[in-house]
């Protein structure tokens, strides 16, 4: 199966800064099915991006997604204090479909 | 609008079984699939079955012999059941709509299921 490896574990960050998530697969994944998801405690997972790099539905433009074959970047280009959370990257290409550890984005 | 609600937290003894439910509602249900993903306490997400449009379903072989999954396209209601239930299987159940291939786009509450003696 493929696994993916994301890093950082835990990113501490102000509102207004850039936070930079990567997620690297142990095997070439397709750009068309790699998502990120955020998950706030207490709750559900929420779609951001698909197809590496489609914002999902109402998802604000400061989340935008990049990368292709093993190595894909979610950027959040100027924090707010709701984008606290754990976020996640997912392959769905190749069966089993497999999820990163996530990493954890505390506000300051 | 989507949704996706599931039944209620469960606690089973080890070796029991648990049947949780989805009801699906606001799309057409044969056009997706629906997975069941499990997250268990400080773990990843994993990824349990799939139930496509026409009722095909995959298993994660993780969970092979001990996962049932069974869908009723009347009532639009997904379930899935869990037998021979450790300890280990603690954890948040969620239920989850796809289209084959790509991503999930909306998720269920999730389902505490609790296997304690």
């Known amino acids: 199966e493929i696994v993916l490896t994301q890093s950082p574990g835990t990113l501490s960050l102000s509102p207004g800064e850039r936070a930079t998530l990567s997620c690297r697969a142990s095997q070439s994944v397709s750009s068309s099915s790699l998502a990120w998801y955020q998950q706030r405690p207490g709750q559900s997972p929420t779609l951001l991006i698909y197809?590496?790099?489609t914002r999902a539905a109402d998802i604000p433009d400061r989340f935008s997604g990049s990368g292709s074959g093993s190595d894909f970047t979610l950027t959040i280009s100027s924090l707010e204090p709701e984008d606290f959370g754990v976020y996640y990257c997912?392959?769905?290409?190749?069966?089993?479909?497999?999820f990163g550890q996530g990493t954890k984005l505390e506000i300051k | 609008q989507v949704h996706l609600v599931q039944s209620g937290a469960e606690v089973r003894r080890p070796g029991a079984s648990v049947k949780v439910s989805c009801r699906t509602s606001g799309y057409m249900f044969t056009s997706y699939g629906i997975h069941w993903v499990r997250q268990a306490p400080g773990q990843r997400l994993e990824w349990m079955s799939w139930i496509d449009g026409t009722g095909f379903i995959k298993y994660s072989q993780s969970f092979q012999g001990r996962l049932t999954v069974s869908r009723d396209t009347s009532a639009t209601t997904v379930y899935m059941e869990l037998s021979s239930l450790r300890s280990e299987d603690t954890a948040v159940y969620y239920c989850?709509?796809?289209?084959?291939?790509?991503?999930?786009?909306?998720w269920g509450q999730g389902s505490l299921v609790t296997v304690s003696s």
């Open positions: 197809g590496a790099s």
């Open positions: 989850a709509r796809s289209v084959p291939w790509l991503q999930i786009d909306y």
């Open positions: 997912h392959q769905s290409g190749t069966s089993p479909r497999t």
